[in-house]
């Protein structure tokens, strides 16, 4: 069926800078997909991924190239053949579910085969800073049971940032991101204060594209990949390196994309986390879809803007909780 195409780029300023491993991030601009049918709406918001050089201008104008096909209508595979993984394929593909949504009337958590969606505890991110602030940041969290702290590559002051922050939250979940900023040399260092601290999960470490330099480190704490594995062809590559898998919408772009890697993961035996890129609600709402099927999840980008959407998600006892008025069938057009 035919549909009308809508784009436009949103600035999303954080409320506050936002620091990890190489890169301080003071807003997180994202891309709007919307389609229109005459009666019903379908859209989608991506970030893209920045260390890629996926970014939103050239995310609009990929879409804006592709027009006459989109409007001429298309369907979910139509779109995984037509694009690349990436953020323009995500808000377009994002789109698509809600648009079908709206059709049928349907939720899109059981479009995607699901019977019902529950709040998931998700964790709550701390950047890259002192360690003082570091611990005083987590405290702040005063509903959070799940943590993560972004690290930078420096065994020494990392292993000082976990301390701080374990000893001020000794109860909650804590997992760690190093985003690239280790090797096969400074790792090693690194691991004893995980596992003193009582880390949970370690994500990507080293940098992608030299994922063999895990092979020979103990599993200390389990490893999770993030920027080593984008989509579902690079976890059939990758995936012996790593005991966990982020799975990021932006990433592997798109919702469908996304369930297809959840269960491959599944059958490669590896545990499944989603992620997400500090978007709005409207793009933690598909995460949250995917995230019924993960163990992980991690998907408090909403908390850092200066302005979410209305509605918008929510965030009660350490859990996101998410309506079909925020993406689906109960969203205003």
């Known amino acids: 069926m035919p549909v009308e195409l809508e784009l436009h780029n949103e600035p999303l300023p954080l409320a506050a800078p936002f620091r990890i491993a190489g890169h301080v991030f003071e807003a997180m601009p994202a891309t709007v997909a919307t389609l229109r049918d005459g009666r019903h709406v379908g859209r989608g918001e991506a970030a893209g991924v920045y260390y890629n050089d996926d970014r939103p201008e050239t995310m609009l104008a990929t879409l804006e190239a592709l027009r006459p096909r989109i409007e001429a209508g298309l369907d979910r595979g139509a779109l995984r053949a037509l694009l690349p993984a990436g953020g323009a394929r995500n808000a377009l593909d994002c789109a698509l579910w809600e648009l079908e949504s709206q059709r049928s009337g ?14 998931l505890l998700t964790t709550f991110t701390v950047g890259a800073d002192d360690p003082a602030t570091m611990a005083e940041r987590a405290a702040a969290y005063t509903q959070a049971r799940a943590l993560k702290l972004k690290l930078t590559g420096e065994p020494d002051l990392d292993a000082a940032r976990v301390r701080a922050v374990r000893a001020r939250c000794p109860e909650a979940w804590i997992g760690v991101d190093a985003n690239q900023g280790y090797d096969a040399a400074t790792l090693p260092r690194l691991l004893p204060a995980l596992v003193a601290a009582g880390v949970s999960l370690l994500e990507q470490p080293c940098a992608r594209g030299r994922e063999d ?41 798109g919702l469908t994309e996304g369930l297809l890697m959840a269960r491959r993961a599944r059958a490669l035996g590896k545990r499944v986390m989603v992620g997400n890129m500090a978007g709005t609600s409207l793009a933690a709402a598909p995460a949250f879809v995917l995230g019924q099927y993960c163990d992980v999840v991690d998907l408090d980008g909403p908390i850092f803007l200066a302005q979410d959407r209305s509605p918008s998600v929510r965030y009660e006892d350490g859990r996101i909780v998410c309506g079909d008025e925020v993406w689906g069938p109960g969203a205003p057009g």
């Open 106 to 119: 349907l939720p899109v958590w059981r479009l995607a085969g699901l019977d019902g969606v529950r709040p």
């Open 213 to 253: 330099e895990l092979d020979g480190i103990a599993r200390a704490v389990p490893i999770a990949a993030d920027e080593s594995i984008l989509d579902l062809a690079e976890l059939e590559a990758r995936h012996r390196h790593f005991d966990v898998v982020n799975i990021k919408l932006d990433k592997c772009g």
